[in-house]
């Protein structure tokens, strides 16, 4: 996003052009005005994973949550060349000779008053060196398409984007990213638990801890070897956001996945 003051066009209730051109701020506050915004879906095609951007805590509207990259179309901007220019803004990522799949249009609804393009770009694996808009984003991060699909249609409170609005975008992800197909997946199946491969979301239901417990075994233990309390805890630790390590290592015990040795300085993983 630039700085300096932007001219919008103004767009009636139908998605077309007035003829009128109006100040940002003015259009985003009177009534009755809408206009044009463009977002980027950039999603690694191996993993499923989104890049989604963490919005500065300084921002007006939605800080603090995930946002897709993309921004405000300009009175003298297209479509493409505005999603190109923020791209390139705001990660410092060129898109501009990569495949843009048109995903549609997702319209105004309630404090919403853009028509928001969306479009898909596949990309072969995480950004390299991205160089971020410090005053729009505060990071970005690869987020499992299903995490960010259960989670907006749940109006779970981390995303700028919700689901009356972006229901049919979603509908068309789906199909491209064959969705159904991959459903249950261990990648897809777990999204809900892990972020880049951490776990940060346990759940309450005792079957589904003791699906998630098995899981952490798998992705983070070399069934092989023998651990110290330390170098237990320490695996733990690498692999966890905001929960206790000492609660997992319990959990761990307790559900049989991890056994101490006789006198009690050694863990290893249950055969």
């Not at 009177?30 to 206009?35: E, S």
């Not at 003298?76 to 060129?94: F, H, N, P, Q, R």
């Not at 609804?109 to 969306?118: C, D, I, P, T, V």
């Not at 170098?231 to 761990?252: G, M, P, Q, W």
Request: hydrophobic fraction near 35%; aromatic fraction near 14%.
């Amino acid at each position: 996003m630039s700085n300096n003051t932007e001219f919008l066009r103004v767009i009636n209730t139908n998605g077309e052009w007035t003829g009128q051109y109006m100040e940002r701020a003015e259009a985003s506050k009177k009534d009755g005005v809408f206009f044009n915004t463009v977002f980027c879906w950039l999603i690694i095609k191996e993993t499923k994973q989104v890049v989604f951007e963490k919005r500065s805590l300084n921002k007006k509207y939605n800080p603090g949550k995930y946002g897709l990259v993309g921004g405000h179309v300009e009175k003298d901007d297209s479509i493409e060349d505005t999603l190109i220019k923020e791209v390139a803004e705001e990660i410092g990522y060129d898109i501009s000779k990569l495949n843009k799949i048109n995903l549609g249009v997702a319209k105004p609804a309630g404090l919403y008053k853009s028509f928001a393009y969306n479009f898909l770009i596949f990309i072969p694996n995480k950004i390299p060196n991205p160089s971020l808009q410090v005053t729009e984003v505060e990071c970005i991060e690869y987020l499992d398409y299903s995490f960010v699909r259960e989670s907006v249609k749940n109006n779970e409170d981390k995303f700028s984007i919700t689901w009356d609005r972006y229901s049919d975008i979603f509908n068309r992800l789906d199909k491209i990213l064959k969705y159904d197909s991959f459903a249950n997946n261990t990648v897809d199946k777990f999204a809900k638990y892990f972020r880049n491969d951490k776990i940060f979301f346990f759940p309450s239901k005792e079957n589904e801890r003791k699906e998630v417990l098995n899981e952490i075994i798998r992705r983070w233990f070399d069934k092989d070897k023998e651990y110290s309390e330390l170098e237990l805890n320490n695996v733990i630790k690498a692999n966890i956001e905001t929960l206790d390590h000492a609660f997992f290592r319990r959990s761990l015990v307790d559900h049989g996945l991890i056994v101490r040795n006789n006198d009690g300085t050694k863990y290893s993983i249950a055969q």
